[in-house]
């Protein structure tokens, strides 16, 4: 392999936003990938491709009023940075709004990625307005266009794409980063996502003037997720899923620190409390996440009501840590086949094939009534699922699907509680006194609330009914587990994406980008995310360090 040229370690999507950025300043790259090439653009593939966007076409459509000022203050409460190292990821998290907020849809918009017209609104206790703007074609579209850019650099012979080599050294000479080293893995036909061959049938060494690394977090390495789990959330689970394929390993970023690099806020992670095993899964734990609307009902492992506001779509990372309290590894939805069909979007761009396949068809499916094709797929067939038509036989189903005793009454009367609400003669702790001195169930005010937005009243919150409605459908619940996703911490790097050393001086030679990168100066969002930022800081991050990279070749 020649060497004045770049090495991108990691085909994913901020490696291939960096590619794209070199070639099209005219440099050479080399993107290695320890995966087969089916597995080109890693777990961006997967994703239900939701992007965070600031005051943008979509939602003023929707009279959605929003602000680079308000994003910032709903960014800076939800990071809550309070560590020196955090200096660098607060800088990142302004330059981010200003990307969000001006080019970054126009520079979408030229790469041929256009949205759906709903603007979602997840975590809406961070998120002040609706924000999640969902890619038209999902991941698979996003990463249409630097594929293509890659492919069309191969074409040229500026560009080369390396898979099933697997990076075990950054060669570091007089302090720099000079290059790779390897090993070389046996050709694998296991499809996309799918556990490969690790047999190494040789070794490799590449040098370059420079190295990107961008080979993601650690989600599918629940050993390392176990290590890193902060205090703070309690007791890491014994029992998790995974919402990322075992290659997602982390095993670059202690390669990097080998090499000089500085990994910082490491016990900062995002996982996900709605996880449900896959009915087909593809990689070992495979588990999908439910994007819940705000209408079912959560229970502990045992049966009982969460405490509020720990109620559905509201605060992710505040629910697990109210779960970890309950000393078990599980927690229950229930709810009705009406607000299942809903309001249970499903992530994964293989599970919304109305969206992944532009399919206009199907998507007036999905807003047609009863439960979308891949819901109603759990419905019948997901190990997690129960439906029964009384409240009894559904807790029946509950139990033999739980080790954990399940409390009866509680789960009535926690039925019954929110039912009362919904009648306007509700009880406490969940009740509250409205100004006409009618009693309704807090969660219920936030249903009505959430239906106050078109987008939500439109496509995404059922209307609100009792439970115990037979008219809304059998009952269902479902057994939820913790998904692990995305780290938030990573390597630190400057505002070029220059990886830094212990001492905070730049390892010459070495960038990081997207999740290796903690999504931009080693952890972007602090100690909490706003959903539509990985993608959108695995597209700002591959930007940002492709383009120093070009400068300095």
């Not at 994913?12 to 990938?33: I, K, N, S």
């Not at 109620?311 to 309290?325: A, E, H, I, S």
């Not at 009406?338 to 761009?349: C, H, P, Q, V, W």
């Not at 100690?527 to 991050?541: D, I, K, Q, S």
Request: net charge neutral.
């Amino acid at each position: 392999m020649p060497t004045g040229h770049a090495i991108v370690v990691g085909a994913g999507l901020a490696g291939l936003v960096a590619a794209a950025e070199l070639l099209d300043a005219g440099q050479r790259v080399t993107v290695l990938d320890q995966e087969s090439e089916a597995n080109l653009g890693g777990q961006a593939w997967w994703s239900f491709g939701g992007l965070f966007l600031i005051d943008s076409p979509e939602q003023r459509r929707l009279r959605v009023h929003d602000s680079r000022e308000r994003a910032g203050r709903d960014w800076m409460d939800a990071a809550a940075f309070d560590r020196e190292e955090d200096a660098l990821p607060r800088q990142w998290a302004e330059a981010y709004l200003d990307f969000a907020a001006g080019e970054k849809r126009a520079w979408l918009r030229e790469r041929g990625i256009g949205f759906f017209p709903v603007v979602g609104w997840a975590e809406r206790a961070r998120n002040s307005v609706p924000r999640f703007h969902i890619v038209w074609g999902t991941g698979p579209a996003i990463l249409a266009p630097f594929i293509a850019r890659l492919r069309r650099g191969i074409a040229e012979g500026r560009a080369a794409y390396v898979p099933r080599h697997r990076v075990t050294e950054l060669v570091v000479t007089d302090g720099g980063v000079t290059g790779v080293r390897g090993e070389r893995l046996r050709e694998d036909s296991a499809a996309r996502g799918k556990s490969s061959s690790r047999e190494v049938i040789g070794d490799f060494e590449f040098a370059a003037d420079a190295v990107l690394v961008s080979s993601g977090g650690i989600g599918g390495n629940h050993e390392l997720v176990r290590e890193r789990w902060p205090a703070r959330l309690g007791a890491p689970p014994a029992e998790m899923l995974a919402g990322v394929p075992a290659h997602v390993d982390g095993l670059m970023l202690g390669i990097a620190e080998r090499a000089g690099a500085r990994l910082i806020n490491g016990d900062r992670m995002w996982h996900y409390t709605e996880g449900i095993a896959n009915h087909s899964p593809v990689w070992p734990a495979h588990g999908i996440r439910i994007l819940p609307g705000p209408s079912s009902l959560w229970l502990d492992a045992s049966g009982h009501r969460l405490p509020a506001p720990h109620y559905p779509g509201f605060d992710t990372l505040d629910t697990l840590t109210q779960l970890r309290t309950t000393g078990h590894d599980h927690s229950w939805f229930v709810t009705t086949e009406r607000i299942a069909g809903t309001e249970f979007a499903l992530s994964g761009s293989e599970q919304n094939p109305d969206l992944t396949g532009k399919s206009l068809r199907l998507l007036r499916d999905r807003l047609g009534s009863g439960a979308p094709a891949p819901v109603q797929a759990f419905l019948d067939r997901g190990a997690d699922f129960v439906v029964a038509d009384s409240l009894d036989q559904l807790i029946d189903g509950m139990q033999m699907k739980s080790p954990v005793p399940l409390d009866r009454s509680a789960i009535h009367a926690a039925v019954n509680e929110r039912d009362r609400g919904f009648r306007g003669s509700g009880t406490l702790p969940h009740a509250r006194a409205g100004a006409t001195g009618i009693v309704s169930d807090a969660q219920l005010d936030r249903v009505r609330v959430a239906r106050n937005y078109l987008g939500d009243k439109l496509v995404r919150v059922a209307a609100p009914h009792a439970l115990t409605d037979s008219q809304a459908g059998p009952l269902v619940a479902v057994k939820l587990h913790l998904l692990t996703r995305k780290s938030l911490g990573g390597l630190h790097t400057d505002l070029s994406g220059r990886v830094l050393g212990p001492n905070g001086t730049a390892v010459p030679g070495l960038f990081a980008a997207g999740e290796a990168a903690g999504f931009g100066g080693g952890g972007v969002h602090g100690y909490r995310a706003l959903e539509g930022t990985f993608l959108g800081g695995c597209l700002f991050t591959g930007r940002t360090a492709g383009r120093a990279m070009a400068a300095a070749l």
